[in-house]
C-alpha cells in the first residue's frame, strides 16, 4: 500500500493489589445516581489481573504487548479507538461512544468514507482526519509490530487513502468487502493519533510530516515505541499526556499500579463521575481477595472460584456481587514448529485424543462452581450469539477416554496407561504415527502455564492427570501470566531452530480465558488461526482454513461464518478447556459498573460514588 502519493492533506495541523476481572459501563447507565448526590471528587479503585500489569503504553502494541492489560484497561482510557465496540453485554458497536459516526460505504464495498464526530484532544486541538491518516502511515510501515495484523488483511487491503476534509477521511479498497466484516475487524483496529504532537522523531526535535514518506513513518514509530519502553516516565513524559479518552495518566508505578485523573477536555458523551481512578495490581488471586474482605481497599475486583463461600461476608461488607461472561475462548497453545514435538502435534489422531481426554463439564461443575463456559471451537458459546453453530454447541470432542485411547493404538502406538506411550508403527499410512514420527518417539510434552489463580491451577492439574491415564505424559510448570505471554509468542516470524521456538504447550491464562475477539469483534479468526496471523503463536498452517477464512471477510450472512466454524472445531488447531464467567464485586457506594461488558473494557467515566 501506498498511502503518500494519492493523499491531498487539507491545510494547517489541525503496589499492591490483581485480580481476573474486567468490567464496562454502559455510556448511560450512570443516570441511576442523580449527579447532586455523588460525590464527584471521589476516588473509586479497580482490581487488575494476578500478574498483569501494564507494560506498554503506546497504543500501537506488538504481539508481545497486545494484551488487555495494556489496552482495554489502559491505552483505551487514555486513547479512545475510532470505533468503540460494546452495548450492555453485547459485542456490537457502540455508535454513542465511537469517535466517529458510522462508515458509508460505496462502489459495491470497495470504498469507506469516515467521519469524526468534533472531539478535540487534551491540548484543545481539534481530532482531525490527519490523525486516523497519521496511524495508518506508522502501521504501513511497522504491521509486523502490530497484534491485530493478519499478511493480507489490514492495512495491505487498503490501496489508498484521501483526506477529503477536515474530519472526513476515505479508504479504498483492493475488493468488495462485507461491510460487517470491514467495520468489526479492520476499522476497529484504528485509533487516532495525535498528529501535531507525536509526528516527530525526537523529544526535542520539531514536530512535523515525518510519517508522510516511508522512512520518516518508520523513524517516527521507532521513537514512540522507544519512549514507550521507558516505564518510569509514562506519567510525566509529554508525549502521554495529550489524549482524547477522558483520562489522563496521572501516576504509574512499575510494579502496575497507576491512577488517572479526569481529562478536562473531554468530547464524550459521558464526563468522568469520579475524579481519580486507580488501577491495583496483584500477584495472586489470594491477594486481591484478602485486599477486599480485609482492607476494603477495591471498589470494582473479583472473587476467587475458590472462596466463593466467602459471598455473603462481602455483601456484609458493603459489596454487591455481579456474574459476567465474556467474549472469549480458552485453550491450550500447541507449537507446531516445535523441533522435538511439532511432528507429533501436527498429527490431527494425536490432538484429537489429546483433547477427548479433558472433561470440560466436569471442570466447570467441580472447579469453576459453575462459573464457566466450555470452548468446543473457535466461536465463544457465551454470551448468547447467532455466531456459534449447532456443531460447536454440540460439542465435537466430548470426554471419551476409551476413544482416545483406541485412537492412539489405531495408529501404531503402544499405549501404557500411567506410563509413556510410545511410537512402535512408524510411517505415513493412515494406520501409521505419522510423518517425521520415530519409532520408540515418547507421547510426552511440557506445558507452561500462568500462575496466581488457584482454579487455573486445579484445571491445569486435573488436565494433566487425565493424559496421564492414557499413557500420554505432559510435564508442567507455573510462571508468571507475562512470562509464558512471551514465551508463547516467542516463535512468531523465528526459525523453528530459533531459542523462542522450544516451547511445546502454554496456557497464559488457565482459569480465566485465552482469547478476547477484540479488536477482531467478529470472530473470523485470522489473526489468531490463520496462517501468517501475527497472534498465531503455535503457527498453525492449513490452507483450508485460511480458505474459509478469507471467505468470511468477502461474504456476508452466517452460512459462511458456520463452514469456516465448523471445519476449524473439527481440525483442532489448540486445545479447548474452559473460560472462567466473571464474580465481579462493587462497592455499594459505586454505581455505573454494571451492565458488565463481555468485551473486558472498562469506562469508569460512567462510575459514580455515593456517601
Not at 484521501?162 to 479492520?186: C, D, K, M
Not at 488501577?279 to 476467587?304: C, K, N, Q, R
Request: with cysteine; net charge neutral.
Amino acid at each position: 500500500m501506498n498511502l503518500w502519493v494519492t493523499v491531498r492533506r487539507v491545510g494547517g495541523s489541525v503496589g499492591l493489589l490483581a485480580g481476573a476481572v474486567v468490567v464496562v459501563a454502559s455510556a448511560g447507565s450512570a443516570a441511576a445516581v442523580p449527579r447532586s448526590s455523588a460525590a464527584t471528587g471521589a476516588t473509586v479503585t479497580y482490581a487488575l489481573s494476578p500478574g498483569a500489569n501494564p507494560t506498554y503504553i503506546f497504543p500501537m502494541e506488538a504481539s508481545a504487548n497486545y494484551t488487555v492489560a495494556n489496552s482495554e484497561t489502559f491505552s483505551y482510557l487514555l486513547w479512545r479507538p475510532l470505533y468503540w465496540f460494546g452495548q450492555g453485554s453485547a459485542p456490537i458497536l457502540n455508535p454513542q461512544l465511537s469517535l466517529a459516526y458510522p462508515p458509508v460505504y460505496g462502489d459495491g464495498g470497495r470504498t469507506v468514507s469516515v467521519e469524526l464526530k468534533p472531539y478535540v484532544w487534551s491540548d484543545g486541538r481539534p481530532l482531525t482526519a490527519e490523525d486516523v491518516l497519521f496511524w495508518m502511515q506508522l502501521l504501513d510501515q511497522e504491521k509486523a509490530n502490530w497484534g491485530a495484523y493478519v499478511p493480507g488483511g489490514f492495512p495491505d487491503n487498503v490501496t489508498r487513502m484521501a483526506v477529503t476534509g477536515p474530519r472526513t477521511i476515505v479508504f479504498h479498497l483492493n475488493r468488495g468487502y462485507s461491510q460487517r466484516w470491514f467495520t468489526y475487524n479492520e476499522l476497529s483496529q484504528v485509533t487516532p493519533l495525535p498528529q501535531h504532537a507525536w509526528d516527530r522523531t525526537s523529544m526535542h526535535g520539531p514536530v512535523g510530516n515525518d510519517a508522510a514518506t516511508p522512512a520518516g513513518a518508520r523513524a517516527v514509530y521507532a521513537f514512540l515505541n522507544r519512549q514507550s519502553t521507558e516505564l518510569t516516565t509514562y506519567a510525566s513524559n509529554p508525549l502521554w499526556r495529550v489524549v482524547d479518552g477522558p483520562w489522563v495518566l496521572h501516576t504509574f508505578s512499575t510494579l502496575g499500579r497507576c491512577s488517572f485523573v479526569r481529562n478536562p477536555r473531554y468530547s464524550g458523551p459521558q464526563r468522568p463521575g469520579v475524579s481519580t481512578l486507580v488501577e491495583l495490581p496483584f500477584t495472586s488471586d489470594a491477594a486481591e481477595f484478602d485486599s477486599l474482605i480485609y482492607g476494603h481497599s477495591i471498589d470494582v475486583g473479583y472473587l476467587p472460584i475458590t472462596d466463593l463461600r466467602q459471598a455473603p461476608r462481602l455483601r456484609a461488607a458493603g459489596y454487591r456481587i455481579v456474574k459476567a461472561d465474556y467474549w472469549t475462548i480458552s485453550f491450550i497453545a500447541l507449537n507446531f514448529r516445535n523441533p522435538a514435538v511439532g511432528p507429533v502435534l501436527r498429527q490431527l489422531y494425536v490432538r484429537q485424543a489429546l483433547q477427548d481426554l479433558i472433561n470440560q463439564p466436569a471442570y466447570i461443575q467441580h472447579i469453576l462452581a459453575g462459573y464457566g463456559y466450555p470452548t468446543y471451537g473457535p466461536v465463544p458459546l457465551d454470551p448468547p450469539n447467532p455466531y456459534v453453530s449447532s456443531l460447536e454447541k454440540d460439542n465435537p470432542y466430548p470426554f471419551r477416554p476409551a476413544a482416545a485411547i483406541a485412537l492412539l493404538r489405531a495408529h501404531g502406538w503402544n499405549v501404557r496407561p500411567d506410563g509413556v506411550d510410545t511410537c512402535q508403527r512408524p510411517g505415513s499410512a493412515t494406520n501409521d504415527c505419522g510423518a517425521g514420527l520415530r519409532r520408540g518417539q515418547p507421547l510426552q510434552f511440557t506445558l507452561v502455564y500462568s500462575s496466581g489463580v488457584t482454579s487455573g491451577s486445579q484445571m491445569v492439574q486435573a488436565i494433566e492427570s487425565s493424559w496421564s491415564r492414557a499413557g500420554i505424559q505432559v510435564s508442567i510448570r507455573q510462571a508468571p501470566s507475562n512470562t509464558v505471554f512471551s514465551i508463547a509468542t516467542g516463535c512468531i516470524g523465528q526459525s523453528a531452530s530459533s531459542s523462542g521456538c522450544r516451547w511445546q504447550m502454554t496456557d497464559d491464562a488457565p482459569g480465566a480465558y485465552s482469547w478476547l475477539y477484540s479488536v477482531d469483534y467478529l470472530p473470523t479468526g485470522g489473526e489468531l488461526f490463520g496462517t501468517g496471523g501475527i497472534s498465531n503463536e503455535g503457527a498453525y498452517n492449513n490452507a483450508t482454513n485460511n480458505a474459509n477464512i478469507a471467505a468470511t471477510h468477502t461474504e456476508d450472512g452466517l452460512a459462511v461464518l458456520d463452514r469456516y466454524e465448523n471445519y476449524l472445531a473439527r481440525q483442532l488447531p489448540v486445545l479447548g478447556i474452559p473460560s472462567t464467567a466473571g464474580i465481579i464485586v462493587i462497592a455499594n457506594r459505586v454505581h455505573g459498573v454494571t451492565p458488565i461488558s463481555s468485551l473486558n473494557d472498562i469506562t469508569p467515566e460512567s462510575w459514580t460514588v455515593t456517601g
